[in-house]
C-alpha cells in the first residue's frame, strides 16, 4: 500500500527521532520505519480500515515504537546492532534450544541461573521459559491466565530478577524466549476487572453477549479445545447476566482484536517485555485472535494481518527481538506464520514444527516411515528469512494431527491411524512399549490427545519394571534417534526439560491441587539435579542421553548444512521403515540424514548417496560408528540414525 497523499510520516517523526536517540540511532530508527511503514499501513488498513482509524492509529503506534526505542538499554542496543548486520543469527548451525517451567527446572529465577553451567554444558544457545508472568491464584492454565503483564510471577521473582538473568544469559551468548499471551488474560487482569464493573472503554477489550443468540451462532462451527474440563467457548457471567467469550477456561477471557485499542495495549506490553530483556517472544495463542461466525475461528487473515503489524512495529523499535508463533494448527496452516503467503508478508520470524514431531511419533509406533515421508515432502518451504523450531516433546499434550490427504496418499486410513496412535501411547494396543495417558478425549470428534514424558512414550518404563536390558537399550534408542531427527531435519531443535537425562512421566502430578484434571503435569515433573549428577556416566540412562544430545549439538556446529536456514527435501529410497533426506548449504557439502523405525535390521541402497551428491560418505554422526557397508547397501541397526557427509 502506497503512503497516504500529502502524508510524510518519515519526515513528520524526524526531528523527534534525531533529538531522542540521537543522529545515528535516529537515522537507523528512520530507515527501519522507511522499510516497514508499507507492510504496516497495508496490515492495519485491512484489520481497521473500517473503524476510519487507520490515519490516527499508525503515528501513534510509530510513537510508541519510538519511545520503546529509546528507552531501550544500551546492551540491548549493542545487541540489536550486531544482529541488524547479521538478520540470520537465529538460525546459524550452534542455535540449540532447551525450554523449561522456571519453578520446575529451579525453583525460581535465581535458581535458573544458578544452573547454566548445565545448559551450557548441553550447548544451549536459546532458552525457553515457559509462562513467567503474574498468573492468576489457583487454576490457571499452567500460567496462561495472566492477571498482571508488567509483573512476574512473585513465586518466581521479579522483573529485576527476570533482567539480571537475561543479563547472564547474553554474557554466556544464550537468547531468552517468553511468552506472551495475546488471545486473552485471566478475569482477574485489571482490563478485564473494569469491564465487569461497566467501564465501557474497557468493556470493549473482551466480547459481550446479552444472550445466546451470537454465542449459539459461533459455537455451531466452533471446535472444543478441552472438551473434558472446559466444554463450550463462553461462559456466562451472574453478575451482569451477561455471556463472555472464554475459548479456553472460563477463568480465560478472550480480547477483542477488533478494537484497535487492544491492538496498541498489546504491543505496549510486547515492547515493554523486550526491553526487559527478552531477545523471543512466543506469542501464544496466536491463531486464535479473530472472530468469524461460520468459521472455527482460527487462522483467519485479520489474524496474520494482526501478527504483520506487530512485527513490523517490533522490527522497528528493537530490530534483534523476534517473534515466534504458537500455532499449532494443520500443515498447510502453518507456513503462513512465517510469512509464506501468495506473496511474501513478514510475519513472525519462528513457528513451532508440529508435523515434524507428531509425525516422528507415527514413524515411532507403526514402525513405517512412508507416512513422514509423504507428509514433509508435500508441505511447502518457509521464507529463507525465517525458520522452524523442531522438537520431539513440549509442555503440551501431543494432538495426531495427521492430515487426511497425507495418509490417503500411503493407503493409511486416517481417522484408524489417529485412533491407533492415542491407543498406542495410551500402552493400550497389543505389542505397545508406550506408558502415556489420553488427554481430552472428545466422543463426538474421536478427538484422544497424549500426555507423557519422552521416556515414558519411547518404553522406558515397561523396560525399566521389567529389568530388561535389550529393551531398556531399545527405549533409549527411539529416544536419540526422535531427538536426531529434530537436531538434523531443519530448524532450532529445542530439548524440553528433562529429556537430556532420560527423565519419565511423574506418577504423582495430581498431588497438587490445582494440576488435579489436568494430566499435562504428567509431562510437567520437577527437575531431578539428583538423576543429573549421572548425566556424565555412559552406563546410565541419563548418561547415555545426556552424551547422545551433546555429540549432536557438536556435530551441529561442525557444518553449516544444518543450519536451519539451509534447505531440506525428503529422498525416495525405496525402505518403508527408513526416513532419509537431505540438508543443503551453498557453503558447505551436502548431509544425507537417515532414521531407521524399525524393530531390526534395514538396508538402504548406497544409490541414495549419490542422489545426495555425497561421493566419499563418512559418518557426521552415527549412533553406531562407522558406517556398516553390505553388498552395496548401507546396513542400519534397529532404531538407529545417521547423518553423513562427505570428506
Known amino acids: 500500500m502506497s503512503r497516504e497523499p500529502g502524508v510524510d510520516l518519515v519526515g513528520t517523526v524526524r526531528p523527534v527521532a534525531l533529538e531522542q536517540l540521537g543522529l545515528l540511532e535516529g537515522e537507523a530508527f528512520l530507515a527501519r520505519l522507511d522499510l516497514v511503514l508499507p507492510d504496516l499501513r497495508d496490515a492495519l488498513e485491512e484489520v481497521y480500515g473500517a473503524h476510519g482509524d487507520v490515519a490516527r492509529l499508525v503515528p501513534d503506534l510509530v510513537a510508541d515504537a519510538l519511545a520503546a526505542a529509546t528507552s531501550r538499554p ?5 545487541l540489536d546492532r550486531r544482529r541488524e548486520v547479521d538478520p540470520s543469527w537465529f538460525l546459524a548451525e550452534d542455535v540449540v534450544g532447551y525450554v523449561c517451567y522456571a519453578d520446575r527446572f529451579a525453583g525460581d529465577l535465581r535458581g535458573v541461573r544458578e544452573h547454566l553451567d548445565h545448559l551450557e554444558e548441553l550447548g544451549v544457545r536459546y532458552l525457553h521459559l515457559m509462562p513467567l508472568l503474574k498468573s492468576r491464584e489457583g487454576e490457571n492454565d499452567g500460567g496462561y491466565a495472566v ?3 508488567d509483573a512476574v510471577d512473585p513465586r518466581l521473582g521479579t522483573m529485576a530478577d527476570l533482567e539480571a538473568l537475561a543479563e547472564a ?3 554466556r551468548g544464550i537468547a531468552l524466549c517468553v511468552d506472551l499471551v495475546l488471545n486473552h488474560t485471566a478475569r482477574e487482569h485489571v482490563w478485564a476487572q473494569k469491564a465487569l464493573a461497566g467501564d465501557p472503554a474497557y468493556r470493549a477489550f473482551y466480547r459481550f453477549f446479552p444472550d445466546r443468540t451470537e454465542p449459539d451462532a459461533y459455537e455451531r462451527t466452533l471446535p472444543e479445545v478441552f472438551p473434558d474440563t472446559a466444554p463450550g467457548s463462553f461462559t456466562h457471567l451472574p453478575e451482569t447476566g451477561e455471556w463472555v467469550w472464554t475459548t479456553f477456561h472460563e477463568y480465560q477471557w478472550d480480547l ?7 491492538f496498541r495495549s498489546m504491543l505496549g506490553v510486547l515492547l515493554t517485555l523486550a526491553n526487559r530483556g527478552v531477545d523471543v517472544v512466543r506469542l501464544d495463542a496466536a491463531p486464535f485472535l479473530w472472530k468469524r461466525v461460520g468459521t472455527n475461528c482460527q487462522n483467519q487473515p485479520e489474524a496474520h494481518r494482526i501478527l504483520q503489524a506487530l512485527r513490523a512495529l517490533t522490527r522497528l523499535a528493537m ?3 523476534l517473534l515466534k508463533a504458537e500455532a499449532i494448527v494443520g500443515p498447510d496452516e502453518l507456513v503462513p506464520y512465517l510469512g509464506g503467503h501468495e506473496r511474501y508478508r513478514p510475519e513472525c520470524d519462528l513457528a513451532y514444527d508440529n508435523q515434524l514431531m507428531v509425525m516422528g511419533w507415527s514413524a515411532l509406533a507403526a514402525r513405517d516411515a512412508r507416512l513422514p515421508a509423504q507428509a514433509l515432502a508435500r508441505r511447502r518451504q518457509v521464507p529463507r528469512q525465517s525458520g522452524w523450531v523442531t522438537y520431539v516433546r513440549n509442555h503440551d499434550d501431543i494432538g495426531w494431527a495427521v492430515g487426511d490427504e497425507d495418509a490417503w496418499a500411503v493407503a493409511v486410513d486416517p481417522a484408524r491411524h489417529r485412533a491407533f496412535l492415542a491407543d498406542f501411547y495410551a500402552g493400550r494396543h497389543p505389542g505397545s512399549f508406550a506408558s502415556g495417558a489420553d488427554f481430552q478425549a472428545d466422543p463426538g470428534s474421536g478427538s484422544v490427545r497424549t500426555s507423557g514424558m519422552t521416556a515414558s512414550l519411547a518404553g522406558l518404563d515397561e523396560a525399566l519394571e521389567h529389568g530388561w536390558p535389550a529393551d ?11 531427538h ?3 537436531y538434523a531435519f531443519g530448524g532450532i531443535p529445542l530439548v524440553y526439560m528433562g529429556d537430556e537425562i532420560a527423565m519419565r512421566s511423574d506418577p504423582d502430578w495430581a498431588a497438587e491441587p490445582e494440576h488435579g484434571d489436568d494430566n499435562r503435569w504428567l509431562h510437567r515433573p520437577r527437575m531431578d539435579w539428583v538423576a543429573a549428577e549421572r548425566r556424565h ?6 548418561g547415555r542421553i545426556f552424551s547422545a544430545l551433546r555429540a549432536m549439538a557438536a556435530a551441529r556446529r561442525s557444518t553449516e548444512s544444518l543450519r536451519s536456514d539451509a534447505d531440506t527435501w525428503v529422498v525416495n529410497q525405496g525402505n518403508p521403515r527408513v526416513l532419509a533426506w537431505v540438508r543443503h548449504h551453498p557453503r558447505a557439502a551436502p548431509v544425507l540424514g537417515v532414521a531407521c523405525f524399525s524393530d531390526g535390521e534395514e538396508l538402504l541402497d548406497a544409490t541414495v548417496l549419490r542422489h545426495a551428491g555425497i561421493t566419499d560418505p563418512r559418518p557426521l554422526l552415527s549412533s553406531d560408528g562407522p558406517l556398516d557397508w553390505w553388498s552395496g547397501q548401507l546396513r542400519l541397526h534397529p532404531w538407529s540414525y545417521a547423518w553423513i557427509t562427505t570428506t
Open 537 to 542: 556416566d555412559p552406563q546410565c540412562p541419563e
Open 169 to 171: 544469559l547474553h554474557e
Open 472 to 482: 531398556v537399550d531399545a527405549a533409549l534408542r527411539r529416544v536419540e534417534l526422535l
Open 319 to 321: 530490530p534483534g527481538v
Open 74 to 78: 544500551e546492551p540491548l542496543r549493542v
Open 256 to 262: 477483542n482484536w477488533a478494537n484497535p485499542a487492544v
Open 484 to 486: 536426531a531427527v529434530a
Open 147 to 149: 492477571e498482571d503483564y
